[in-house]
């Protein structure tokens, strides 16, 4: 895998990516279908579906239903992609997904946009904490955070034809560049960013960036993490999590997510009965999101490079017990 | 409409009705008011509109029906093994562990449902997607969807008919169930849907009111169906909750009933008394 992590931002953002590569995919596809439920404008899919009326399913502002369509269409062979942002697409349609999708075996990929803390200026109530908590407690379906642009376009290119519910949550704007262009990302697999003897730091999403920084202030004091994008929080990649838990003995995980139920619930779950290492979390403490600029808030939820600095010199040292 | 087409729909009617009672005295209680009701529409529509394969239940180019309010389960499985998609006495193991008939319908369990139903208004979303689907292939087939007059509360079934109407889904046919109950009293106490043909007509649906116990209305208004449009199609169906056997129609809760064997055998006396005498 080619990382070329330098700490810059893309040039692209992710809004981009998704305007490019879901027509890219309907067009290649006559079986993939795209559903929005307004807001085909927030992620540049707008104009090539209001050319496209046929292959671009504008739904209007009635996401139950538009999960339900989908799951319809899913039942006569499409291959459908719906979008809306994250709170929509995960709290607001909760039994649409279970049951019309999930248990029915209709296979749909959601997307939900401004994850966390991205949702910045649309506030507390657009703010998703527990979307993945949400996506993991349905049976047989596969979670993806989503750290860069790259990695979006690649997941997007293998999603459609994964079985079951899919979710991908993401920023709409740009985040730091992790893997090179072209760069295939294989869902299921956690991937090695970084070579470290002394803890893991497993993350995804934006905490991706936030790892890269700690790890380099950790290294002025002659502490070594290795750093892997764990971006499938389900089904999670165990054999990569047993083998850099039992290398380093020191696990942190890092997420822009409530701590119950997303990444550091799927790595305690896993490691449980398996192995004992101390494990400690970088995640929103158990409270609802607020309105402010991103910077503020990734202060406000403890999602920075020194929170991820302090848990693993705090795992370091309950390793040494 | 051809007398000998509507005796033989009124006979298929009262062997839906029979199936129905069948299944559910096998495990003595269920959704027996809500099933009944809707027994003419189903003999109607797999009696005499709908081109679907028994040996072949997922045909891509078939008739599919939706039946939104999953409770009538034990109407529709009583339908299909009539038709012959499996043995009739299967549906006698309704509601047992591991059978392939529960309560609410389940396209993954039994040949011939075409969607997974129960939570209310999800089936309305579900099959706009399969009209959908079936208007972008070009497909010259019709989905019929039975909605309960309760299950309208849900929000969930007006996002649908919006839906429906704006991507001219005249291929898809709305059977709303108007038996004037739901599981805690009558429609009118607990949320009045009062005018739903007016209703559904504002929401850019080609409707009509008909008597939904009525065989030869029934035919009438599908018939009416097939001549495309641009409008998707809404039949207000007004029916009597537990149609066809007198108990359960004078019962007021009658949404879903627990009684014993006699109660279940004199219902089934009643019915075939009723088939006996078309004959």
Known sequence: MNIVYNGEMDSRAFKDVLGKTIPELAENDPDVIYLDADLMSCIGTAKWGAANPDRAINCGIAEANMIGVAAGLASQGFKPICHTFGPFASRRVFDQVFLAAGYTGNDITVIGTDAGICAAFNGGTHMPFEDMALYRAIPTATVIDIADANQLESVLHQVADIKGVKYIRCSRKSAAKVYADGETVPVGKGVTLREGKDAVVFATGIMIHEAFMAAEELAKEGIEIAIVDMFTVKPLDKECLFKYAKETGAVVTAENHNKIGGLYSAVTEALAGEMEVPVEYVAVEDVYGEVGPQDYLRERFDLTSDHIVRKVKKVLSRKAK | ?279
Not at chain 2, 182 to 205: C, H, I, R, S
Request: proline share 4%; glycine share 10%.
């Open chain 2, 1 to 279: 409409m051809d007398a000998e087409l509507k005796k033989s729909l009124q006979k298929f009617a009262t062997q839906i009705r029979i199936g129905t009672v069948e299944s559910i005295k096998s495990r003595g209680f269920g959704h027996i008011g809500g099933a009944l009701s809707v027994c003419d529409a189903l003999a109607v529509l797999y009696g005499s509109q709908m081109t679907v394969d028994p040996k072949n239940p997922k045909m891509p180019e078939r008739d599919k029906l939706v039946c939104s309010k999953g409770h009538a389960g034990p109407a529709v499985y009583a339908t299909l093994a009539l038709k012959g998609f499996y043995p009739y006495d299967e549906i006698k193991t309704l509601n047992q562990p591991g059978t392939n008939f529960p309560s609410h319908c389940d396209t993954n369990k039994t040949p011939g449902i075409d969607m997974t139903t129960g939570s209310l208004g999800q089936g309305t979303s579900t099959a706009c997607g399969i009209a959908l689907a079936d208007k972008l292939r070009k497909h010259n087939n019709r989905t019929f969807l039975i909605v309960g007059d309760g299950e309208i509360n849900e929000g969930q079934c007006w996002e649908a008919f919006m839906f429906a109407a704006a991507k001219k889904l005249s291929n898809l046919v709305v059977l709303i169930d108007w038996n004037k109950k739901q599981l805690d009293g009558y429609t009118k106490d607990v949320l009045p849907n009062e005018n739903l043909d007016a209703k559904m007509a504002a929401f850019g649906f080609e409707t009509v009111k008909i008597n939904g116990n009525d065989v030869e209305a029934l035919y009438e208004a599908l018939e009416n169906t097939k001549k495309g449009g641009d409008k998707p199609y809404a039949i207000v169906m007004d029916t009597v909750k537990g149609c066809g056997v007198t108990e359960v129609e004078e019962t007021m809760g009658n949404h879903s009933m627990t009684v014993g064997a006699e109660k279940f055998d004199a219902w089934l006396s009643e019915l075939n008394d009723k088939l006996a005498a078309m004959e």
